[in-house]
C-alpha cells in the first residue's frame, strides 16, 4: 500500500514539474520587467531559438535597460530593415552554454557569445562589488530556467562592430 502510495505521490509531482517548467521566454514573459527584450526578439525571429536552445545563458537587459537608450533607438531597432543590426545587438547578449554564477572566475575573464564576427565576446569581472558584464551590471543572476539560465542586467550591451 505504501508503496502504491509513494509511486502516485512521486508521479503527481514529476508530473506538476515539469508541466510547470518554463523556458528562457517563458520565464521572461512570467519576470515581467523584459517586455522590450522579449518584443526585440519576435521582431529578429530568435525568440523561438531562445526557448528551445538547451544550456545557454541569456544576460537579459530590463525595460528600464532599453529606456536609457537613446530615443527612438529601439523603434528603429524594431523595423524590419534594421533586422540584422537588432539580431547582433541581441546574440551578443547569449552563450551558448549555462554560465552561473558560481562558475564565473574571480577578477576579469572573457567569454564567446553566440554574435558572428567580429566582436563576439564579452569582458565579465566579478569582484567584491559584484559582477559586471562589459559595461553591464548583473543585478540579479541565476534566474535557472529549463534550457539555461538568465543573468538580469541593468544595461543594454551594444557590440562595437
Known sequence: MHKIVLAA???????????????????AQQVGSFKTLIAAAQAAGLADALATTK???VFAPTDEAFAKLPAGTVESLLKPENKDQLIAILTYHVLPRELKSNQMLAGPFHVRTLKAKPDRTLAITKNADGVTVDNAKVIKADIMTDNGVIHVIDTVLIPSK
Not at 508541466?19 to 528562457?24: H, L, P, Q, R, W
Open 55 to 57: 544550456n545557454i545563458t
Open 9 to 27: 505521490t512521486a508521479a503527481l509531482f514529476l508530473g506538476t514539474a515539469s508541466a510547470s517548467a518554463a523556458n528562457v521566454v517563458e520565464t
